[in-house]
């Protein structure tokens, strides 16, 4: 059982054994979420399988690209207050297990609809991860590690964006399988994970016989007004009353929209401006299908980094580390963007492009908390989740139209390095 008998004396959480238990939580969040990313990021991969088979052009892709993104959005916005009212744990299982049902329906598509509408579905799957994971994150971290906790999330998701693109290069360059096995063979990992979290993890430390977390709340006094006291109980409704007035959050939610803009156009297009008609010959001794691991290598580290940076550079100051890593992704984009696909120096100049383009995501969730307490940190994870993929979405079918027309896709680059300078300057308005 999760629940222990109350009556029971709970134990101190300030002793070694309870610390032992919360790296051990965080380390089940972080294994579930490792493996989320083999159900929705693998896209890319199969564009030109489906491209040859159905005849269809890219912009039609980034419609179904961004059908995925659009479902993910909405339920965000409405899981992240499902985990405040009932918990992550449970949520965050199913989401696995559903998820890789609708990746295997995905492979068995014929045509247009038939990918559309089983992608649209499992990207509402999708979203029961990311804002349940966080808020089973936020009762069993205070304020003074946040910046750090989510930094190793983050770090989880840039690790799933490695497993993801390795997996998918596996199944079509090693394996030399179609594309529609790349939808059926990574996501078995997601279906693995999401069950031994369910049996490791714990919603919160009184599950364990730990009394509660006391410093979950807001990072400054300033927001104290936005956290839900102690003792106190919100209808849904309410909670999104108060989180939606929260205009600081709204601001981040903004500048968080354009940051995964660019992360989305990076993760989809980069494979297909590296599986070009020349991408097997090169100068660089590297397959080039290769070299786009060093995109979601440099994302996992980069978000590691950030959270760092903002705890312990920043004082816990988010929009500072959002602003710097979002000004070097414009720079280090707009490099990538004059360098040819087979170069030695695409290693490094992709590497980077994720490393700072992905990186302040660690701040931005961290900002949750921080700004409406840990009660209503899924709600706001939530409406943070859900304008961060609808920018996203409403991206992708514009990148496919400019490939269509120009037939240029190195193109890609310049669109980030111009969401980037919108996400760096919308940030400075989330200052505190």
């Not at 009212?85 to 965050?92: S, V």
């Not at 977390?213 to 400054?220: K, S």
Request: net charge positive.
């Amino acid at each position: 059982m999760d629940r222990i008998n109350t009556s029971k004396v709970l134990l101190d959480n300030d002793t070694p054994v309870f610390r032992k238990n919360q790296w051990r939580i965080l380390l089940a969040v972080m294994f579930c979420y490792f493996f989320f990313y083999t159900g929705r990021q693998t896209f890319g991969f199969a564009i030109p399988g489906i491209k040859e088979e159905f005849g269809l052009s890219s912009a039609t892709l980034g419609w179904i690209s961004a059908s995925l993104l659009w479902a993910y959005a909405i339920g965000q916005a409405i899981n992240g207050n499902l985990a405040d009212k009932y918990g992550g744990r449970k949520i965050m299982t199913a989401g696995a297990v559903l998820s890789c049902g609708a990746n295997w329906v995905v492979s068995f598509s014929t045509g247009f609809l038939s990918l559309l509408i089983p992608w649209a579905a499992n990207g509402y799957l999708q979203s029961l991860g990311w804002a349940p994971g966080s808020r089973l994150l936020s009762n069993w971290w205070g304020v003074s590690e946040r910046g750090k906790v989510y930094g190793f999330y983050v770090f989880a998701a840039g690790c799933a964006s490695i497993l993801s693109f390795v997996t998918s290069i596996i199944v079509v360059d090693v394996l030399q399988l179609e594309w529609r096995w790349i939808f059926r063979l990574p996501v078995l990992l997601m279906l693995a994970g999401g069950i031994l979290f369910f049996i490791i993890a714990r919603e919160r430390p009184e599950d364990l016989g730990f009394k509660p977390l006391q410093n979950t709340g807001v990072a400054n006094e300033a927001d104290q007004s936005n956290a839900l006291a102690d003792g106190t109980e919100e209808t849904s409704l309410q909670r999104y009353k108060a989180v939606l007035k929260n205009l600081k959050l709204i601001i981040a939610a903004v500048a968080l929209g354009f940051q995964n803009a660019a992360r989305y156009g990076l993760i989809i297009w980069v494979p297909v401006h590296f599986l070009g008609a020349d991408w097997k010959t090169g100068d660089a001794g590297i397959n080039p299908l290769w070299i786009t691991v060093a995109l979601p290598v440099g994302m996992a580290v980069g978000a590691l980094s950030n959270g760092w940076v903002s705890d312990k550079l920043f004082g816990s100051k988010r929009y500072l580390a959002i602003m710097l890593y979002m000004g070097l992704g414009a720079l280090t984009s707009l490099w990538m963007w004059t360098l040819p696909v087979s170069s030695t120096a695409a290693l490094g100049a992709l590497f980077l492009c994720g490393f700072f383009v992905y990186g302040p995501a660690s701040s931005f969730w961290a900002l949750c908390p921080d700004l409406v307490g840990s009660k209503r940190a899924g709600t706001a994870t939530g409406i943070l989740n859900f304008s961060s993929y609808l920018f996203a979405g409403l991206a992708e079918p514009i990148i496919g139209l400019v490939f269509d027309t120009t037939g240029n896709t190195s193109l890609i680059f310049m669109i980030v390095a111009i969401s980037c300078v919108c996400s760096a300057t919308v940030a400075l308005f989330i200052r505190r």
